[in-house]
């Protein structure tokens, strides 16, 4: 049985509590500008994921989902900065990492799943 709704979709979940967690290490953060960047490309992920889902065709979805995965990758990319600039603890930028990893991979999954010939 296929997916009825974006919300049953398992990267979907897993990209809302990205932006949950995003949003509570990065709210202490004085520099509003990466603070503010950060947790936009948070929220991208799986807005993006939702949007793809109600469009109309598996390459529109397909499209959406790639965007998500280049938000994801942001999030990731500004973790990883964020240590070196003394915003985030290694261990809690390791959580979000790994996050960002598990997204990618479902990302990825779901993206070749809806290839031709999958």
Known sequence: ????RFEDLIVWQKAQELAVLTYGEFEACRDFGFRDQIRRAAVSVSN???EG??????????KFLFYSLGSNSEVRSMTYLSVKLDLL???KANEIIHLTNEISKLLYGLIKSMKPNS
């Open 48 to 50: 993006n994921i939702a």
């Open 53 to 62: 889902f109600e469009r109309s065709s598996n390459s529109d979805f397909s």
């Open 89 to 91: 603890q290694k261990t």
């Open 1 to 4: 049985m296929a997916v009825q």
